[in-house]
């Protein structure tokens, strides 16, 4: 099983201050997800991205694929308090088989107006 | 469109009875998840079935078991409850071409005393 380690464990910011998350592998993926979940709700889906380098944008979250695959980060811009919850990231492995996503245990993010 | 259903929301088992978690989902999807998901631990998978009439184990399968009843139904076994099993469950969709996100339900709550 290919693990994936998000860091910080924890954060609580300001609104209107800017943040990053990061998503982190020893192991290759051949895509990453990353997923918001709010309290008593299952994880919804933000973004996939494939492509080694990949960077991709929604509205104020930009998510980045590192160049060997291994890696993620999310970066918040302008943090709101409707962005508060829990950030996952999860990783697809390539190949035969890859019916099954591997999640990190998650960043629980906190903005407080 | 309700996506996926999940029921029930909530259940208190006592050691030993069995239940069976249901999930349901609309979107005509190919693969469907069982994951549970405990503090510190992340989201864990159970059970998951790549298409209709398969079934297959993923991380943490011992004391579930699953059934695909047809394509859009996937339920979860509990056939004697232990206070080990206590945790939050998702049942998740995925489109195995093209699209790669899961789509979750909002989960089922268990509490086994």
């Known amino acids: 099983t290919q693990l994936l380690e998000q860091s910080p464990q924890f954060l609580s910011i300001q609104e209107g201050e800017n943040l990053t998350v990061y998503c982190n592998s020893s192991?290759?993926?051949?895509?990453l997800q990353w997923y918001r979940q709010e309290p008593g709700e299952g994880p919804v889906l933000l973004v996939t991205?494939?492509?080694?380098?990949e960077v991709k944008k929604l509205k104020r979250l930009t998510f980045q694929f590192g160049d060997a695959r291994k890696d993620s980060s999310l970066h918040i811009t302008a943090a709101q308090t409707g962005d508060t919850g829990l950030y996952l990231c999860a990783g697809s492995e390539s190949g035969a088989g890859s019916y099954q996503l591997t999640f990190g245990k998650g960043t629980k993010l906190s903005v407080i107006p | 469109n309700a996506g996926v259903t999940q029921t029930p929301k909530f259940q208190v088992l006592k050691t030993g009875q069995s239940m069976t978690l249901q999930c349901a989902q609309d979107m005509n999807h190919n693969s469907m998840y069982w994951y549970r998901q405990d503090p510190g631990m992340g989201l864990r998978l159970i059970y998951y079935s790549a298409s209709e009439g398969t079934t297959d184990k993923g991380e943490v399968p011992n004391g579930y078991n699953v059934s695909r009843l047809n394509k859009r139904e996937f339920s979860l076994r509990l056939e004697s409850a232990a206070p080990s099993q206590t945790s939050v469950y998702f049942c998740?969709?995925?489109?195995?071409?093209?699209?790669?996100?899961?789509?979750f339900g909002s989960g089922t709550r268990l509490t086994v005393v």
């Open positions: 192991s290759v993926f051949s895509s």
């Open positions: 998740a969709s995925r489109k195995t071409t093209g699209g790669r996100g899961y789509t």
């Open positions: 991205v494939v492509t080694g380098g």
